[in-house]
């Protein structure tokens, strides 16, 4: 089966960087996901990675460590609008079935 | 090009009464999803389409929860009876299916019962 832990909350100053971690157990590797939700809204794709290293996406980065089953989301210059949950998924049965692990509810203060 | 939409946004019920969600998926995806949310939880799979074909419900409690997607396109999703424990925000999300690709997620409908 599948086990994912992520920090249950965390707060960051605007234009500071924050790096949240996300360690995964499962039986088969596709891939992992983040996405961003905020309050009442929809769950947004942000990255996807399969192989290990760091992927930048402009002021978001993701990096995977298969071998350890950890990977991270780094925000770099926050901004009171990435205030909101970061949800870390992987793939089960094949591609076609997501499982979320609880969320990360990041505060970003002035 | 229109997302994934659902209605409705908000539904209050009570226990024991039926409740319905509909969801249309992108034009095009072929793989449809129901999720269940509760607060200050990651999103829960329920069930998953391939086109009018449900081929993974086993996360779905059958014995009050239905689901439907005749041709492919649409879908609902109902319970019947609802209990206090079915609070929750049921989200639908789509895909093309048969690889890496992410999910999109339509916005939910945020179920009470009371």
């Known amino acids: 089966g599948q086990n994912i832990d992520q920090p249950t909350e965390m707060t960051a100053t605007e234009g500071a960087i924050v790096q949240i971690n996300c360690t995964y157990q499962?039986?088969?590797?596709?891939?992992l996901f983040w996405y961003q939700q905020h309050a009442g809204e929809a769950p947004t794709f942000l990255s996807y990675n399969v192989l290990d290293g760091l992927e930048e996406k402009g002021r978001f980065s993701s990096f995977l460590s298969r071998s350890k089953g950890y990977s991270y989301l780094l925000l770099k210059e926050l901004q009171m609008k990435d205030s909101a949950s970061y949800l870390c998924a992987v793939p089960s049965g094949g591609y076609n079935k997501l499982i979320f692990g609880a969320g990360t509810r990041l505060a970003v203060h002035p | 090009e229109a997302g994934v939409v659902q209605s409705p946004r908000y539904k209050i019920i009570e226990k024991k009464q039926p409740v319905a969600f509909w969801c249309n998926p992108i034009?095009?995806?072929?793989?449809l999803y129901w999720y269940r949310q509760n607060l200050g939880q990651g999103p829960e799979l329920l069930i998953r389409y391939e086109n009018e074909e449900a081929v993974d419900d086993s996360q779905l409690p059958k014995d009050r929860f239905s689901a439907e997607r005749l041709k492919g396109v649409d879908s609902t999703l109902k319970i019947q009876p609802a209990e206090l424990g079915d609070s929750a925000v049921y989200l639908c999300a789509s895909n093309q299916g048969g690889g890496e690709t992410e999910a999109f997620f339509g916005q939910g409908t945020r179920l009470t019962v009371v």
């Open positions: 499962t039986s088969g590797f596709n891939g």
């Open positions: 034009s095009g995806h072929n793989t």
